[in-house]
């Protein structure tokens, strides 16, 4: 069954989007929060409206037929889908728009489009499903003729190991065509990012994509079992392995690279039986702050719940989870093997410590009902929402990070004011800063922050970037990480610089000397090309 | 209360080894296994029998008070403790000593002695308690002076975290120095090597140490929230953090680093409460490979046990723990929060399911009790053996390794005939190799093997190395791993050239350059200087 192409202007594929509902309910929030009744609206540009500088290159004969310079293909890899991609598709700004788009169906191919970009003098952007949000697929504008490679045709699981629980996976393979690969084997991956729909494996592994356990296993990294990667000097692959202690880990030198390497193609992934035991449900805190600290408690104990995540009311209130008043924390355990109502239990005693009340009993698919069920639609429904309200002039967005407990509360409270602050400043008015918890260690949470301004049509950009700037200060002075799962791409890079020590960067450098002699893969990415 | 001083020539401090008991009962396997009734036995050097060059350097004023050329402090310092390094000893070999020790107390003398290897055409070889069983602290013989950096000075819990629990700690804190500072706080981590008496934190984490839990948290990686590292070219310190998605981890390039990169000096690590609720106890199977099948259940079922070591039926009658019929699990859980009767219940179950029988019903300190007990305390106590036993010309050594479970029973028979033949080649005798496991993932078991030859004085080094080059080829040839645990060290080089991505050593060995541009650090291990 052939599927709708990707969309140019926003999420997902073509015809997907918000419901009428959806955006009603949306909308009416946006209006109470600003105090509005009406928004000044851009129309949005078409397809048709596109215009692209023509190709500065022309690929090789022996590769002409894996690359493309249609328009389609060109606008859909111009962007990645962040804020200000949104913005700049909006403003008909293709000016970042590849010129080849090279479609490879096996190493051999990405080798040669390598060979042809080193002696053509182009950048190479790796593009997997492309639902960056921090410009990590946008070609950068250095001047030099840009060439992305569509991993998009690497989409097979090659090989399944029943006993090892294991899979050869390409890298390519978007998540649910992964799923399906995986269902008659009774296997999953079960790495379900926000993002599941529209990014692939490799871009996982390479952005360091965190996924469906908000404990324990919360990056894809502990999933990696070995790498092959080809890169402008070679090929590697990194031994098939349960576990090493032979040197630093190849693998993750490569994993979090975000394509300055080399081109993941193929990975070794360990997988999970299909769970067959649940136990779930939302609980209710008096705030936030109670909520963590029962959370804390919870993730010192070694129960290494499925999900524990904690909403903030305001957070709360907007996904509908709950009216407002109190916090919530969305909790379950799954097994393959056992039933987890032991687990629960306990679960529940650590929040009772704390106040917290459970609003279902713990059924087997509490997890879909109720605030849960709410919340989780919510989630995989809410990045829908970008393309509906930039046109609007509103600025939602989301950052994330991570710090330890006892640095928390102050954190969250200086890091949030920061964010209020750079609203008001950027604006001209208040706006709305709402956090939630992602994943959670013993030592500590990675908080999600969302925020909402109304910006002005002509300055959304500047705008953006003042609020962006005002958060990511806030995070990086108070000890945070510029990013737990969102990866660092182009949008970070001056956070990062002063999050990563210096050394590292040195030798980071000096690495990809080696793999890149001829700095094409994904420059300005990480570190300066 | 001032310590012993680490022997010269053997394991542990001066005053500790073997009860005559533990000889005499080691000893009787071993005339048993070979069918002889006398050892030829070869008279150790005493201190005074040690000769070693003048020193080839001499330090200058500024450092000299923290530097020594005493005999002690260089005989000390001229070997690891592997098989090899027990043979040298026993032959008076000290070429290796280098010609200066020094002890810093901080960050500065440490950059100082750089600077001096550096201005002096020196190697510097990073030391923590000098434990490694793979040549990992021997200077090398490359004609160059030698300067050995003993950290034993830092050894300082400098900060503890209680909400978070986590502590900084100096790298050169011993085992038991370092729980000792923790128990006051009711705080532990749990990281408990063989070598745990006679080892650091900064060795453990250079070489990516394996610890107490059998399955989850099986390397020290996992507990390093950050790390400071001192290199030639300056200092470097991570974020804190509890997790992070910003580009490659800064730390797991240091991790497993082997002193080549930088001299790690603090970290900030993860800790456990100490644990209240206990349940294990041994269970017997009739063959390893039955055991095993139902550890790969069970190590797939999410319980997480904190053991789940199995012995085959020889390993167990070495060590005391079973009659030689019957292959043995140790199984373990422990918990700080909740009791662990529901764990321990469905994993007897998964036992069961292959025939598994409990030895004893699991009571709290089983764990202590019958063969459990005895294995641990002859895993303890194994170390001390060696000086024993290599006088006496007995080869007797381990090697470790993992491999994904679908590939497990062939790699054991074709890694263990290959190790007996080699003993038979290397000797003209049988020898003994048995197997147990000491880590267990879901995809896959780490195999810790050893083995048992009767050797012939004059010719132990030979020997030695044709059983262990019989047994690495088989390993990697397997598709194994040169070392789960041990690390690399200048033993394993052959063979972990062979295990990693020739563009992973060329990506290393550039990153070296960067932080190490005179190639003073630890030159040989893991890649060519």
Chains 1, 2 share one sequence.
């Not at 469906?212 to 392995?241: K, M, Q």
Request: hydrophobic letters at 40%.
């Amino acid at each position: 069954m052939a599927q709708a192409r990707l969309k140019i202007f926003g999420w997902g594929r073509e015809g997907e989007g918000m419901t009428a509902e959806e955006e009603a309910f949306a909308l009416d929030i946006h209006r109470r929060r600003f105090g509005v009744t009406e928004f000044p609206t851009t129309v949005m540009p078409t397809f048709d409206d596109i215009k692209l500088r023509a190709p500065r290159i022309a690929p090789p004969a022996a590769i002409a037929g894996i690359c493309s310079t249609a328009t389609y293909d060109r606008a859909a890899h111009a962007h990645s889908k962040g804020f200000t991609d949104a913005v700049r598709s909006m403003l008909n700004d293709f000016s970042s728009a590849p010129d080849v788009v090279a479609y490879p169906t096996n190493e051999q191919d990405i080798a040669a489009v390598m060979d042809w970009a080193g002696s053509s003098g182009a950048a190479l952007i790796p593009f997997g499903g492309g639902s960056s949000v921090v410009g990590g697929v946008t070609p950068p504008a250095d001047g030099r003729p840009t060439i992305t490679l569509d991993l998009a045709r690497l989409d097979k699981v090659l090989e399944i190991d029943h006993t090892s629980r294991a899979a050869r996976i390409q890298a390519g393979v978007f998540g649910p065509a992964l799923e399906d690969q995986l269902r008659p084997h009774g296997l999953t991956l079960r790495h379900f990012p926000q993002s599941f729909e529209y990014s692939t494996l490799g871009g996982w592994i390479a952005t360091r994509s965190g996924g469906h356990f908000a404990t324990l296993y919360t990056h894809i990294d502990d999933f990696v079992e070995n790498l092959r990667v080809v890169t402008p000097s070679g090929t590697l692959e990194s031994r098939r392995l349960p576990g090493s202690g032979a040197g630093p880990s190849p693998d993750r030198m490569f994993i979090g690279s975000e394509g300055i390497l080399g081109v993941i193609t193929e990975a070794w992934m360990r997988l999970q039986d299909r769970p067959r035991f649940r136990a779930g449900g939302a609980v209710r805190f008096k705030d936030f702050f109670t909520a963590a600290r029962a959370l804390r408690v919870l993730s010192q104990t070694g129960l290494y719940p499925s999900n524990c995540r904690i909403l903030d009311a305001e957070e709360a209130f907007n996904t509908g989870a709950a009216d407002g008043s109190v916090a919530v924390m969305m909790l379950a355990f799954e097994s393959a093997d056992h039933p987890v109502e032991a687990w629960m239990k306990r679960a529940l005693e650590c929040c009772a410590d704390f106040g917290g009340a459970p609003e279902t009993a713990g059924g087997a698919d509490a997890h879909r009902e109720g605030a849960a069920g709410q919340w989780r639609t919510a989630f995989i429904r809410m990045p829908y929402g970008r393309e509906k309200m930039v046109p609007r002039g509103i600025i939602s967005d989301t950052f994330e990070t991570a710090i330890t407990w006892e640095r928390f509360e102050a954190f969250h409270d200086t890091v949030k004011a920061a964010t209020e602050r750079g609203i008001r400043e950027a604006t001209g008015r208040p706006g709305q800063v709402t956090c939630r918890f992602t994943h959670a260690y013993p030592d500590g949470p990675a908080p999600y922050f969302s925020f909402h301004a109304l910006g002005r049509h002509g300055a959304l950009l500047d705008q953006w970037l003042a609020i962006k700037t005002a958060a990511s200060d806030a995070v990086i002075d108070g000890g945070g990480t510029i990013t737990h799962h969102h990866a660092v791409g182009r949008e970070h890079r001056p956070w990062y610089d002063r999050q990563r020590p210096d050394l590292f960067a040195a030798a980071l450098t000096a690495a990809k000397r080696t793999l890149d002699p001829q700095g094409i893969l994904n420059p300005g990415v990480l570190i300066d090309p």
